[in-house]
């Protein structure tokens, strides 16, 4: 079974409304790591765990440290353009 079919994903907008806040507040929220990050299920799908989002979620996430909380919480981190292998992406702008 893939983690897909058992999980509960939410849109940025669908956490806006959960929390009170507008799209742009979640990701305010984000960087300053208040509220779980979203997880990229691919190139282009970004979601938020809905299981995140539940009371019990938000204050588990309340009593975990920004910077340690997607390691301990299963997450894998992003890589950065330091890590060996690893190419940086390059601009949409045309080149020349």
């Known amino acids: 079974m893939s983690i897909l079919s058992t999980q509960i994903y ?3 907008s669908e956490v806006a409304a959960v929390l009170g806040i507008t799209p742009s507040g979640v990701d305010q929220a ?3 790591g208040t509220i779980p990050p979203p997880i990229r299920l691919s ?3 970004v979601r ?3 299981e995140d989002y539940t009371p019990a ?3 588990t996430w ?3 440290p ?3 909380a997607s390691v301990q919480r299963g997450r894998q981190n992003k890589p950065n353009a330091n890590s060996v292998g690893v190419t940086p992406a390059r ?4 080149s020349g």
């Open 66 to 68: 920004p910077h340690t």
């Open 57 to 59: 979620g938000l204050a």
């Open 91 to 94: 601009s949409g702008g045309k």
């Open 10 to 12: 939410l849109t940025r």
């Open 43 to 45: 190139t282009r799908l």
């Open 62 to 64: 309340a009593t975990v």
């Open 48 to 50: 938020f765990l809905a």
């Open 30 to 32: 984000v960087k300053r």
